[in-house]
């Protein structure tokens, strides 16, 4: 199953969903990374579809421009 991986420069819809695939290939972290600042409260919380992470492109977006500034 292959996930769709929208073009990093793509104008995108800001309530648009991505997944953790995105996600670290937008910032070159891992995962695992992820999930512990998850568990600290330091990123976003996931929306759980089913089984299915996924997080709103606006909220992850301002999590790096806090990190960047």
């Known amino acids: 199953m292959s ?6 420069d793509a104008q995108i819809h800001p309530d648009y969903l991505v997944d953790m ?3 670290t290939t937008l910032t070159g972290m891992t995962d ?3 999930y512990a ?3 600290q409260n330091k990123f976003p919380h996931p929306i759980k579809l089913g089984r299915s992470s996924r ?3 606006k909220e992850v977006e301002a999590w790096i ?5």
């Not at 996930?3 to 990093?8: D, I, K, S």
């Not at 421009?65 to 500034?69: L, M, Q, S, V």
């Open 3 to 8: 996930t769709f991986l929208p073009p990093l």
């Open 21 to 23: 695939k995105y996600i």
């Open 37 to 39: 600042l998850i568990k």
């Open 32 to 34: 695992k990374w992820f």
């Open 65 to 69: 421009k806090t990190k960047t500034n």
């Open 55 to 57: 997080w709103r492109l």
